[in-house]
Nanobody
Framework: QVQLVESGGGLVQAGGSLRLSCAASGRTFSNYAMGWFRQAPGKEREFVAAITWSGSTTYCADSVKGRFTISRDNAKNTGYLQMNSLRPEDTAVYYC???????????????????WGQGTQVTVSA
């Protein structure tokens, strides 16, 4: 079992930056792949970014590619999502997720993830 807690959300102006953190506890964090998802009111939860257990492979959705960077520090049991050049359409609750296994393929579907945090609100004003 892995517990995940997101932090770092807030209100920023368009063009600004935020760094989200996902603190993990429980079993060895390095045994899990990580992903970030977001969900706006009335919308489906959508994939944002994912990273393999070792951090060797990352992938970002087209909507955030070039602006967001996913990373992890297994020694600190923490994952990160650096968000730059934020836009109003980035406004959503952001969730981190963990998936068991040390596979080399990043997973983009939310249904494949085993553990979820409670989410952190990101609001981008125009």
């Amino acid at each position: 079992q892995v517990q995940l807690v997101e932090s770092g959300g807030g209100l920023v102006q368009a063009g600004g930056s935020l760094r989200l953190s996902c603190a993990a506890s429980g079993r060895t964090f390095s045994n899990y792949a990580m992903g970030w998802f977001r969900q706006a009111p009335g919308k489906e939860r959508e994939f944002v970014a994912a990273i393999t257990w070792s951090g060797s492979t990352t992938y970002c959705a087209d909507s955030v590619k070039g602006r967001f960077t996913i990373s992890r520090d297994n020694a600190k049991n923490t994952g990160y999502l650096q968000m730059n050049s934020l836009r109003p359409e980035d406004t959503a609750v952001y969730y981190c997720a963990a998936k068991r296994g040390r596979g080399v393929v990043v997973i983009t579907t939310r249904f494949a993830y085993d553990y979820w945090g409670q989410g952190t609100q990101v609001t981008v004003s125009a």
